[in-house]
């Protein structure tokens, strides 16, 4: 069976520090894989996605940036926070199966920028 | 952007009795997705319909999809403690060989027992 396994749950970091999430798939090959941000109250925002090794698209202009360095890996970084990075980030993966693209999601990382 | 809009943005009932939240949507689809997320959690998918299919049942989960209304409805019957959580609908695009889901703000239920 699948899963996915991101780290860490929980992190507290100051303004200008850098920042290095991971998200990692088990059990499937060539995923769909994403990123998200959910700020509090707020729904799901898309901030990266990728089909495959190598390839990372942006949805909206940030600090951060995306990495797909392995076929079930995918990292989330920033050079300098800053406050407004503060959020619940979740990582989720896809699979193109006929017209069923359902995705399945890590537990989050809490990210808190002071 | 946002296109999914949940209706209400919040509900609260009594055990055993039904829960019903409504989606709006503003662009075509392939389909409409719901989810679930407890508090503090990441999001579990509950259950899919595809843009040509008017209904679906999973269990105490009943979707309706109307498109030429675009929008759609979760149906929680016979209602839990255990079902209080925040509900999202999403929307899915395929773009450039990838999907897209277009989440809303989501809805939080809360069960009383």
């Known amino acids: 069976s699948q899963t996915i396994h991101q780290w860490p749950a929980t992190l507290v970091q100051p303004v200008g520090s850098p920042l290095s999430l991971e998200c990692t798939v088990e059990?499937?090959?060539?995923?769909?894989l994403y990123w998200y941000r959910q700020a509090a109250g707020r729904g799901l925002q898309l901030l990266f996605y990728?089909?495959?090794?190598?390839?990372i698209s942006s949805e909206v202009p940030q600090n951060l940036s995306a990495s797909r360095p392995q076929d079930r890996q995918f990292i989330l970084s920033s050079k300098k926070l800053l406050l407004s990075d503060s959020g619940f980030y979740l990582c989720?993966?896809?699979?193109?199966?006929?017209?069923?693209?359902?995705?399945?999601f890590g537990p989050g990382t809490r990210l808190t920028v002071t | 952007s946002q296109q999914g809009e949940e209706d209400p943005q919040a509900l609260s009932i009594q055990e055993g009795e039904n829960a019903t939240m409504n989606c709006s949507y503003k662009?075509?689809?392939?389909?409409l997705q719901w989810y679930r997320q407890n508090s503090g959690r990441g999001l579990v998918h509950l259950i899919l319909?595809?843009?040509?299919?008017r209904e679906k049942h999973s269990g105490r989960l009943r979707v309706t999809l109307d498109t030429s209304k675009k929008s759609s409805s979760l149906l929680i019957t016979a209602s839990r403690a255990a079902d209080t959580a925040s509900y999202f609908c999403?929307?899915?695009?395929?773009?450039?060989?990838?999907?897209?889901?277009?989440f809303g703000k989501g809805m939080k239920l809360t069960v009383n027992p």
């Open positions: 990728s089909v495959g090794i190598g390839q």
């Open positions: 999403a929307t899915s695009q395929i773009i450039g060989g990838s999907e897209k889901l277009v």
């Open positions: 059990g499937t090959s060539n995923p769909n």
């Open positions: 319909i595809r843009s040509n299919e």
């Open positions: 989720a993966w896809s699979v193109l199966a006929g017209v069923k693209y359902e995705q399945y």
């Open positions: 662009t075509s689809i392939n389909n």
